[in-house]
């Protein structure tokens, strides 16, 4: 079974808009970490934000927040007022236990229309 | 400011030859890390170290080899070379400088075999 599951492979959204990136995992730790990452079209990966999973509150950077819904296993990026630079694939990735190794997502590539 | 440096940037060889892609971090860092990923899908780790004389397979199967001879350092090396081989190579790390154990990766290095 797949352990990040990313169903948008594109979505698009317009300048100064909001918008959420879905992320479902599947984990049987008690104890696990949630990234973001943004990928541009040059390679690199940005961390971007971070959600333990004894963390209460959503975690939020910035226009970056967290939808934490720990039930239903989802950890969706919101990003606000997007802007032409956020255009980039971006991946959720879960850290199990005490793992130090990521699992990645395959990625949604979001493009911001002007 | 990257801390983590990976060369080549780019790559085209032909098939057969050996080669080694350069990785090196200045944070510290014990634990480092190499990834595969085809363009527009997921990461897929192919080793991981803990620290020096320490490394280890990844969950996806890679004909290449690493070593850790230096912490700073984490070359990867394919002796020979096919077009199988060709997708991005990603190097990472991670430590005690991000809050969250995050990891930081490098620039990448894209490689086509011929």
């Known amino acids: 079974a797949q352990k990040i599951t990313q169903t948008q492979p594109g979505m698009f959204v317009q300048e100064k808009e909001a918008v959420t990136l879905d992320c479902t995992y599947d984990t049987s730790d008690q104890s696990y970490g949630l990234f973001w990452y943004k990928q541009p079209s040059s390679g690199e990966m940005i961390f971007l934000i971070y959600q333990g999973s004894y963390d209460e509150q959503n975690a939020t950077e910035g226009r970056y927040s967290l939808n934490f819904q720990k039930a239903r296993k989802s950890a969706n990026l919101v990003i606000s007022a997007s802007q032409l630079g956020d255009s980039a694939m971006y991946f959720c990735a879960m850290r199990e236990g005490g793992a130090r190794q990521l699992t990645f997502g395959s990625g949604t590539q979001l493009t911001v229309l002007p | 400011e990257a801390d983590i440096y990976q060369t080549p940037r780019y790559l085209v060889i032909g098939t057969g030859k050996k080669i080694t892609l350069e990785c090196s971090q200045t944070?510290?860092?014990?634990?480092m890390y190499w990834y595969q990923q085809d363009p527009g899908m997921e990461l897929h780790l192919i080793h991981y170290?803990?620290?020096?004389?320490?490394?280890e397979k990844g969950d996806l199967s890679s004909e290449s080899t690493v070593s850790r001879i230096r912490t700073e350092h984490f070359p990867l090396t394919l002796e020979s070379a096919r077009p199988s081989h060709t997708s991005q190579y990603l190097c990472a790390s991670s430590g005690d400088r991000g809050p969250y154990n995050e990891q930081f990766f490098g620039p990448g290095t894209r490689l086509t075999v011929l």
């Open positions: 170290s803990y620290g020096v004389n320490s490394t």
């Open positions: 944070m510290g860092h014990d634990k």
